[in-house]
């Protein structure tokens, strides 16, 4: 039986598909001869276009930022707390899209695309792809919707970092920058948890050198894996004392002495590890964690981030949580900081949550206030 969707979501979304036969340049010194972009947009652009904004996804999203795709899917898109009528980015006033990254397994060019010439999947030919990439992506995609500015740019995790390359490359672009839960560049340690879940793929003897789409197999223990260990680094040790303590599965609660599921956190972690698997793919999570290692703006200016947002004209909003060590507030304080620095406009807020780094897809009460008043300025600042 159909279910009765929630009056505060967008309800029934269609993804739509773009295809680009226009070349497109990439930072590794490859390019795409032509590739496609799928996304959803939610709510209505106004006359002079000036309410879009841009919803960039994390390293697991994807296009399916909100709303149902029908009557009887399960979970809504992943960020249905904040993206809806009423919601912090409001569709009653807002002209919502968000795609699918280059390199996705969601429906844009990936390694699980057919190449153009070949008529087989790219599988591990398919090029390394930056955020820089996904950002002159997104603006092909703006082009086409006549979009000449975004009202804001808006993006938690990898996300945040496409908001703040987005305000580095096409300033004039965008009016806000909305960066969440994000960092500047990744330290040593997130790049040593993204190269153990890697080789925990790479590892894996179905993954074929990365061809396992021939054998018609997944590498799914080595990407069940780094799931495992990706979801141990997006909660907080609060929020697994909270969730799970020491709790033992259902049983007589005798320990078994043995190598089987016998904690609650065991078991919740194999699930965790399973379920994607059947929804995400291998070669795309090599991709995606390669291009958050990849991403400092800052480089090519000698490792300034002042020097890198000198020529920045948008005004941001930047949120951090207290329980987030994977990008924890003082990441997003050197963000701040370099900002302030060249006389930027930026307003900031650490809100106190337990969750951890996934805090920022949850439906925490003062975050919401947070995004929802700095959203709403925006709005009238639109007209809308």
């Known amino acids: 039986m159909s279910k009765t969707l929630p009056a505060d979501s967008v309800g029934l979304v269609t993804p739509q598909t773009h295809h680009f036969d226009t070349p497109l340049p990439l930072d590794c010194g490859r390019e795409l001869s032509s590739y496609d972009l799928v996304y959803e947009t939610y709510g209505e652009l106004n006359a002079d276009r000036s309410n879009a904004i841009l919803l960039c996804h994390a390293l697991s999203g994807s296009h399916h930022a909100a709303g149902y795709h029908s009557e009887d899917e399960r979970k809504p898109g992943w960020w249905e707390a904040?993206?809806?009528?009423?919601?912090?980015?409001?569709?009653?006033?807002?002209?919502?899209?968000?795609?699918?990254?280059?390199?996705?397994?969601h429906g844009?060019?990936?390694?699980?695309?057919?190449?153009?010439?070949?008529?087989?999947?790219?599988?591990s030919d398919f090029p390394l792809v930056t955020v820089g990439d996904w950002v002159r992506s997104q603006a092909q995609l703006a082009d086409v919707l006549g979009i000449e500015t975004w009202a804001a740019v808006v993006g938690g995790s990898l996300g945040g970092m496409q908001a703040l390359q987005w305000?580095?490359?096409?300033?004039?672009?965008?009016?806000?920058?909305?960066?969440?839960?994000?960092?500047?560049?990744?330290?040593?340690?997130?790049?040593?948890?993204?190269?153990?879940?890697?080789?925990?793929?790479?590892?894996?003897?179905?993954?074929?050198?990365?061809?396992?789409?021939?054998?018609?197999?997944?590498?799914?223990?080595?990407?069940?894996?780094?799931?495992?260990?990706?979801?141990?680094?997006?909660?907080?040790?609060?929020?697994?004392?909270?969730?799970?303590?020491r709790e033992m599965r259902k049983g007589d609660g005798k320990l078994k002495f043995s190598f089987d599921v016998e904690f609650e956190v065991e078991s919740y972690l194999r699930y965790q590890g399973r379920s994607f698997v059947d929804r995400f793919d291998a070669n795309t999570y090599l991709l995606m964690t390669k291009a958050l290692d990849y991403f400092d703006p800052a480089a090519t200016h000698d490792h300034d981030l002042s020097a890198a947002l000198a020529h920045v004209t948008a005004r941001y909003l930047v949120?951090?949580?207290?329980s987030d060590w994977r990008f924890p507030p003082s990441r997003s304080r050197e963000i701040v900081r370099a900002l302030l620095d060249g006389d930027k406009s930026v307003s900031?807020?650490?809100?106190?949550?337990?969750?951890?780094?996934?805090?920022?897809?949850?439906?925490?009460?003062?975050?919401?206030?947070?995004?929802?008043?700095?959203?709403?300025?925006?709005?009238?600042?639109?007209?809308?």
Do not use: W
């Open 82 to 105: 904040c993206v809806g009528p009423g919601k912090p980015i409001d569709t009653n006033r807002f002209f919502v899209v968000c795609s699918n990254n280059l390199g996705g397994c």
């Open 319 to 322: 949120l951090s949580f207290s």
């Open 348 to 384: 900031y807020s650490e809100i106190e949550a337990s969750q951890g780094h996934d805090a920022f897809l949850m439906p925490i009460p003062h975050y919401q206030a947070v995004l929802g008043s700095y959203l709403a300025n925006v709005a009238r600042e639109v007209g809308v």
């Open 167 to 245: 305000s580095i490359d096409y300033p004039e672009r965008l009016r806000h920058a909305v960066l969440i839960a994000a960092a500047p560049k990744l330290s040593a340690q997130n790049i040593a948890f993204n190269e153990v879940a890697r080789q925990a793929i790479l590892s894996d003897a179905q993954f074929h050198g990365g061809r396992y789409y021939e054998q018609n197999k997944q590498p799914e223990h080595g990407l069940a894996l780094a799931r495992m260990l990706g979801h141990i680094t997006y909660l907080s040790d609060d929020a697994m004392r909270a969730k799970f303590g």
């Open 108 to 123: 844009s060019t990936g390694p699980s695309s057919i190449h153009p010439t070949r008529g087989e999947p790219y599988g």
